[in-house]
């Protein structure tokens, strides 16, 4: 470990810079780097004032997140921070690029801050299910306005240097260098014999009307932050900034940053924080490897994910051609596109220049001709084996040699319309989620001959459009639908048992779920799901009451949102419940035998998370997922599961592989010895009280 903490003077000011590539992370080496070079300072005559900067892109991003799992090296926070704030000479941070978690609080022990013109400064630590731990909740109360600390500990959003400087948290804000600004500023202070402003001793800024403002933060949480502690708690520490000692205040942050770090939700976020790094890496690729270059993008279809994907990949700064067959889709394409765009620059998201730049990225084209440059095509034609096959084989004849061939299907066997190109090494599936433009994952469906260059390509392509890739192999419905199946076939047969949809929904919902899983057939469409199934045939032919609530709202053209009702009914947008369509779903339950038992929300959950979790067992014995930590990728950024449970494996295990195993019997021994089985991978794991991440560790993945 080379210098990670320098130290340089000049004409009496020390310019202390921290430089630990990428991202000037806040771990040991970096305390001890700047405990050694504050103590050495301290008893430097000549230093007249400190300046506290950054090498590289940013200032520091953070605490090292591993260290809340392998126990906190010495020195602590505390003691560094300390240090800096008690330095007798002014301290001055220089703020660039972005100041996250730590390195806001790094900066709200110094004396002053000068900040770059486009710097932010954010404490994210909630994201991660704990608070601020190293002072931040008792100094930034006393520098900015309570409501706004509170605001941005809540939000997590960085304050952009502006908004910082209006709000008392920046000293100045300087174009061009901003160490020499912070220089100069430092020098500033030694002329006006302005000394060391300790943010402790300040009183908390705005702080009259407290307790409303917590009353009114504390309703909020419980509603928008359900089932999580880290946001009360946060706001525990925040009531002592305004109430206590800032010693005192400090007593409290600490205590309820150790009630945090270890539980449950907080080890869940760390998990996904690291589990969504690991996604990128596939054993047995050699690092030679290299993607192949990838500019500019055709996509086949001007639909719903045609359209979304366009501008996944514009937004990324890529060419993109778009053909379609009709020219009413490429109209209505353009249009939803424009719209959705001026959406954006309304609210602020990008400018007008942005938005022309992108739309100008865009090309619309009936001809496939359009694509003979294209470095990567991605098909999103309807779900039609043939019309796929059709489109892989005009595209095999006008691409150029070495594009990447992609489909975007749901369902379908990559591998047989990969079979009809002359080059089935090139085709790979990438499967986006709608909206393509907002939906985090895309699932990476590598089929038998897809070639590895090609793999990596998509992963990195992933990464460029700010994407989590999930690798998946080949098989009905990859990673995310496929587990899907058994979670949905639980809660249509709970309806069918005497359940109301709205019971279903609000039993998972109370769990965390973004939305209840019948409310999402009906917003993406019941017909759907329930096309595939039929094609597909299988459990659907075996078995009466499979997805049987489906297939009844379909022949009635209850459809969902798109047709204002399905399981419920839509009045001006709004959700309500259809009291017919319950007593139809439930007659039929009785029509078809099956015995009414209502089951309550516990067994509601426990049916058909254990459902989803038994098939991700079986998605790891099949090779489907690589890892049982990609399967928690996948659902919580494409699935709406709750973060803070870490995704089905990671909740599995909190659970216990044996309790879930037991419980799976006891349904198979109660409802259906047909479809209840314990996948082999999880009866394993529960019989020798193992779990998915201790065999995920075994694998070596
Ligand atoms: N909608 C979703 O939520 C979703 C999510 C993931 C994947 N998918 C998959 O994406 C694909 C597209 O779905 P969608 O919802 O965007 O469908 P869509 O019906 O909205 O759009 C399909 C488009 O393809 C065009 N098209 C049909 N035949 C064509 C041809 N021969 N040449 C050129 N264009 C042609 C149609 O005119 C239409 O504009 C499907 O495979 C679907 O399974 C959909």
């Known amino acids: 470990m080379g210098q990670v903490v320098g130290t340089s003077l000049s004409n009496g000011i020390a310019v202390v810079r921290i430089d630990q590539p990428p991202v000037n992370t806040m771990d040991r080496h970096v305390r001890a780097g700047l405990k050694q070079a504050f103590l050495a300072l301290r008893d430097n005559p000549k230093v007249k004032a400190i300046v506290l900067a950054c090498a590289g892109r940013m200032f520091i991003a953070g605490a090292d997140i591993k260290e809340f799992d392998t126990g906190m090296a010495e020195p602590g926070f505390h003691e560094v921070l300390r240090l800096i704030e008690d330095s007798p000479v002014p301290v ?31 404490l994210p630590e909630l994201s991660l299910g704990i608070i601020p731990g190293a002072g931040g909740t ?31 948290l920046v000293d100045k804000v300087v174009t061009g260098d901003v160490v020499e600004g912070a220089v100069s500023y430092a020098n500033e202070l030694i002329a006006a014999g302005r000394g ?130 009709k020219q009413e889709a490429i109209e209505r394409a ?27 990225s865009m090309n619309f084209a009936l001809d496939f001709d359009g694509l003979k440059q294209s470095d990567l095509t991605i098909e999103a034609v309807f779900e039609n084996m043939d019309l796929k096959k059709e489109i892989f084989r005009k595209l095999d004849k006008v691409a150029k040699q070495g594009a990447i061939l992609a489909t975007n299907t749901s369902t379908l066997d990559i591998d047989a319309i990969a079979a009809v190109t002359g080059r089935p090494q090139d085709v790979i599936g990438l499967h986006f989620f709608s909206p393509a433009n907002v939906m985090r994952l895309l699932e990476i469906v590598r089929a038998k ?49 005497g359940a109301t949809p709205k019971e279903v929904d609000s039993a998972l919902e109370d769990f965390g779920m973004a939305m209840g899983i019948l409310a999402v057939y009906d917003m993406a469409g019941v017909d759907v799901g329930h096309l595939t199934r039929v094609a597909l045939g299988n459990a659907f032919n075996r078995d009466p009451t499979f997805y049987r609530p489906s297939a009844m709202l379909n022949e009635r053209g209850w459809l969902g949102q798109k047709t204002g009702r399905g399981y419920y009914h839509y009045e ?122 201790q065999w995920q560790a075994e694998q070596g993945r």
Not at 339 to 353: D, L, P, W
Not at 620 to 627: K, S, T, V, Y
Request: hydrophobic share 45%.
């Open 92 to 122: 001055v941070a220089a703020v660039h690029g972005t100041a996250l978690g730590a390195g806001t609080e790094v900066a709200l022990a110094c004396h002053y801050r000068v900040a770059a013109d486009g710097a932010g400064f954010g």
């Open 138 to 168: 008792q100094r930034l109360p006393r520098l900015i306005p309570f409501e706004a600390a509170v605001d941005m500990m809540l939000s997590g959003r960085p304050l952009a240097a502006a908004q910082a400087k209006e709000l008392g």
């Open 196 to 325: 060391p402003r300790k943010t402790r001793e300040q009183k908390p800024v705005a702080a009259e009307n407290t307790a409303a403002v917590l009353a009114a933060k504390r309703a909020e949480v419980a509603k928008t932050m359900r089932n999580r502690q880290s946001p009360l708690k946060l706001l525990n520490a925040l009531q002592a900034a305004a109430e206590k000692s800032f010693d005192a205040g400090l007593e409290v942050e600490k205590a309820v940053s150790a009630s945090l770090e270890q539980a449950t939700e907080a080890r869940a976020l760390r998990h996904l924080f690291f589990a969504e790094r690991e996604v990128g890496k596939i054993p047995g690729i050699s690092p030679d490897v290299k993607p192949r270059l990838v500019e500019s993008i055709g996509i086949v279809g001007a639909g719903t994910m045609g359209g979304g994907i366009a501008m996944a990949f514009a937004n990324a700064g890529l060419q993109v051609t778009i053909i379609d067959a």
């Open 334 to 360: 353009r249009a939803t596109i424009t719209k959705n765009y001026e959406r954006s620059v309304k609210r602020g998201r990008f400018t007008q220049a942005q938005m022309d730049g992108r739309i100008k």
């Open 449 to 497: 001959k897809t070639a590895d260059d090609v793999l990596v390509t998509a992963l990195a392509l992933a990464r460029k459009a700010r994407k989590v890739g999930v690798v998946a192999k080949v098989c009905y419905g990859f990673i995310g639908n496929r587990i899907m199946d058994p979670y949905g076939r639980e809660a249509e047969h709970c309806v069918l048992e």
């Open 572 to 693: 001006d947008g709004k959700r309500v419940v259809a009291p017919e369509v319950v007593a139809m779903l439930h007659e039929e339950g009785k029509r078809l035998g099956v015995p009414q038992r209502k089951p309550g929300a516990d067994e509601i959950r426990e049916r058909c998370l254990y459902a989803m979790i038994n098939e991700g067992a079986r998605v790891l014995e099949d090779g489907i997922a690589m890892r049982a930590s990609d399967i928690d990728v996948v659902y919580t950024a494409g699935y709406g599961f709750p973060r803070y449970r870490g995704g089905p494996m990671f909740y599995a295990d909190t659970v216990g592989l044996k309790k879930i195993y037991d419980r799976i019997l006891d349904f198979q021994r109660t409802l259906d010895s047909h479809y209840w089985r314990p996948a082999a991978l999880l009866e394993k794991l529960a019989k020798s009280k193992s779990t998915f991440a």
